[in-house]
């Protein structure tokens, strides 16, 4: 139903970009939300849309249009005092009356927390009463804000406070929101605080009620709101290989507010960002790759690799599945990037994959279509530790239908070389314990690992640094565990360690306490490795050599 009037292809060409034709095939994304539009950020394009130029109630989407203009009109080291009127119920920010709290902290209030007694302040201050009650001055401050929606051509947009508590002729439309947000997010101060993950300041300790970007890839910013009227709505921004788009969604519900986001931007990646060659699917990896391993690779963080550096550029490799037999693909020192149907819409954490590399090493069963194999010899490449140990893939490849251990355990099992095992008490030390088994593979996370995998960190997000969780979900990158984790003696660098190592589907992980505690789990080099398998070389490259993985 998004662009009703004239169907996809006629708005390619009116936008006169063929490309977006091929998308059109696939059928626009099923959503709960009532009102939605996905807007083009870069040149304010509506990429599509349902029902978006309706007004309707927008709860605390208001907030959007209380923060452009406090920041225009206001200064933010002004201090306000609380007065007990503006503590209006419902969202709040925790303001007590008699406070004295900065305009910046008060605009965090409302963004982060969706505090209504900070727009009720923030209204008051800046409408030119910063220290007593005066509704004279919250009602000029909501008539500017009506006066900069029709400066905007906001048509559809009328204000009747500041909050955006449910009133009649209070209204406006999910195009009107997504076009404010657009005008927002040219002032810096706005975004640094509409993106923020959490503020500490003033004797307050906010964290953002926005949960999608903990579990969608590349969200720069976003405001959430309910009410009655309005239902669940949200604005969300997101940025992904040079692109930028706003997703503005009414009428939702709780259960598919966030759902309704992802698979909005998911949407409208496909109809703005086709990938039509290598170059395109380059740009793509190269988000995926800074979005963890730039702030390492500057020094900005100390943390492991997830990619390490690139083995080459992007190139085509045959799959029976993908179109035309052939899909993109980069390898990089710890894992492979691989785009199969670069037309498909899909959840964006999903879109870039890793193939099924470790599984491939550890049975010799290369994958080359989703139900095709072809059978080589298991890998027999040292999985940790300097090249040429007998610690091989080959080797744990034997252990994949070996049981369980049991949950709670401390492990303390080795694995020698000939592939019997030792109990060595004395690595108890270490207080690894076994996982409960997955269902999908019947083997369990070592707790290192799960610890490891559920860390937040700094990532890349368009030009910024921000918190979030590195792994979204985890199991896109690494896969289901495939066998038990083990301790190996293995020499690192000339001197033996133990090092607990643990394959997935995808990658295998290595514990190593004698490393600094930011290095102790790492990803091993498993695209060095799989690149030297499918290639029939033993030898590892120097660029190797040393490390753990």
Known sequence: MAVRAFGLCALVALLVVSPFCRASLHAEPAVVARHWVILDAMNGRVVAEQAARQPVAIASLTKVMTAVVALERGQLDRTVTIVPEDLVGESSAGLRAGQTVTLRTLLYGLLLRSGNDAAMAIARAVGGSPDQEDPVARARF???????????????????????????????????????????LDDPRFVAIF???????????????????????????GKTGWTDDAGLCLIEVAERAGHRLIVVLTGSTFDAWYEDAARLFDYGWTLIDPIEDPEDAARLFQWWWQRTDDPVARGLVERSWLWGRPLGSVEREPYRDAPGGQRYVQYFEKGRMELTDPALPVDARWRVTGGRLAWELLTGRQQIGD?????????AIAVAGDPGNPITYALLGRMVQQPPGTAGEVITIQLLPDGSHVQRPELAEFGVRYGQAFTETGHGMASIFAEWVEQRGLVRVGERLREEPLFSPWVALLGYPVTEPYWIRVPVGGVQRDVLVQCFERRCLTFTPANAPEWQVEMGNIGVHYRMWVAGRLDVPALVAGHVG
């Open 371 to 379: 139900a095709a194999v072809v059978p080589r010899a298991p890998a």
């Open 195 to 221: 993106g923020a993950n959490a503020y500490e300041g003033e004797g307050f300790r906010w964290r953002h009620t926005n949960r999608l970007p903990d579990r969608y890839p590349g969200v720069i910013g």
């Open 142 to 184: 909501v008539d500017w804000m009506n006066a900069k929606a029709r400066a905007l051509g906001l048509d559809q947009t009328h204000f009747r406070n500041p909050h955006g508590l449910d009133e009649p002729g209070h209204t406006s439309s999910a195009l009107d929101l997504a076009r404010l947000t657009r005008f927002a």
